[in-house]
């Protein structure tokens, strides 16, 4: 049986590439438990800045196996290693990027919303079909989408079950990029790459600074984001970085 997800590098960036064709990506538990505890094991590591997480030309992921889940009792399910799985993820310091081709759906559209960018194929299908098999989505979907498209949209989407593709994605702020078939994923490779390239404590503190920005009032995130500020100032990189700048030549960041 190949591993659920393959994992590469290149350079400062990890790819994640979900592999489960026969169930088109469905997140089994063994593939939940793999991206999250990889994802877990990468952000401590340095020499890790970025992370694309990926599907094939045709999928990224169909959403939480309906098998699996079918045969679920309400005590299993609060017991189920998915009711972690969506905290794990949203614990996850390191810039991360979704790179979409093909269905989303479900957990899988939940997945890349719980990323920090997505880069979408133009095939690419959006969607939050849980109301279709009676339930609602539980990755996050209700949340992220109230939060990505408003209010309206959202409750059109979660409540009728509908798609939408990439360019209606980019139309409402949810895609950052939609790319020709065949592309998208060196794309977000290009992407990942831009952000490994720079300074990577800067990048985790603006990470964690945007993220506040759906936590709390503006006040209180203005005064994180002064804090996380405070913090930038207090490493080596911005010291080379502004150096960097006045001697005109390209800064050496090196994650201190
Ligand atoms: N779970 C388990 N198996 C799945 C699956 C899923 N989410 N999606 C597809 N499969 C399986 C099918 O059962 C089928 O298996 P068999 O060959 O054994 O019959 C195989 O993958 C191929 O599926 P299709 O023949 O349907 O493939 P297709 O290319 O014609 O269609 C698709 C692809 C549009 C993604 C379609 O498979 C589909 O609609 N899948 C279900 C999508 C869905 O409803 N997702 C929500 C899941 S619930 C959820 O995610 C809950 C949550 O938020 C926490």
Known sequence: MPDPVEISRDGHVALLRLNRPEARNALSPEMMEQIAATLEAFDPDPDIRCVVIAGSEKVFAAGADIKAMSERSFAEALRHPASSFWRRLGAVKTPTIAAVSGYALGGGCELALACDMIVASDTALFGQ????????????????????????????????????????????GLVNKVVKK?????????????????????????????????????????????????????TEDRVEGMQAFLEKREPKFEGK
Request: proline share 4%; net charge neutral.
């Open 129 to 172: 079909p849980e109301i279709t098999l009676g339930i609602i989505p539980g990755g996050g979907g209700t949340q992220r989408l109230a939060r990505v498209l408003g209010k309206q949209l959202a409750m059109e989407y979660v409540l009728t079950g509908r798609r939408f593709d990439a360019d209606m994605g980019l139309r409402m």
């Open 182 to 234: 065949g592309k998208w994923l060196q794309e977000a490779m290009d992407l990942a790459q831009t952000v490994a390239e720079r300074p990577p404590i800067a990048t985790r503190l603006a990470k964690q600074a945007v993220l506040g920005a759906e936590e709390t009032s503006l006040s209180a995130g203005l005064e994180n984001e002064r804090r996380l500020y405070e913090l930038a100032m207090a």
